[in-house]
């Protein structure tokens, strides 16, 4: 979401729309900021509530690695994706860069959610995960309603590191 909306600000800011670029800009940084600030503060509380009702991930628990589910998602959500980019780029011609801008300050509260998670996790000495079969067909919803709990494993477990990051190898000595 990040770099789409940084693509269509910027082509957004070519073109000088009805309000012009001043007026257009402004208020896409004022988008941004109160987008990023929604994502990242909402359902927080269920957040906080399936990480303390986490349970041991056991033997039939299937993690699949973060690549997995970063893929899944992008394929189950791709659509919505596109349709976001195009509206992005359509709403420049009324306000340049603002709806770029916006879907930026979507990806940028993704990011200080995942980082509020890793954080979290960090505190919690122990990496959460989703059940694969609680999760949505689309590869999205970690918070939906059909998650009862999350399971939870050392920070030394899968391929990720807290907060969905991909872990960095150990440097050789």
Known sequence: MWWLGVVAAGVGVLVPGLTGRRIGVMAGAALFIVAAAVVALVRRKRYTALARAATRAGRHDVLQ?????????????????LLAFAAALGSAFALPAAGGMLLAGCGAGLRLKAAWLG????????????????????????AGKAVKAYRSTGIAAGDAA???A????????
Not at 65 to 81: S, Y
Not at 166 to 173: G, I, Y
């Open 119 to 142: 954080r979290l996790e960090r505190t919690e000495d122990a990496l959460l995960w989703v059940r694969v079969d609680w999760l949505a067909g689309n590869g999205g919803r970690p």
């Open 162 to 164: 807290p907060g969905g």
């Open 65 to 81: 690695d973060r690549a997995v589910t970063a893929r899944a998602w992008r394929r189950g959500h791709r659509w919505w994706l």
């Open 166 to 173: 991909r872990r960095r190898a150990a440097a050789l000595v």
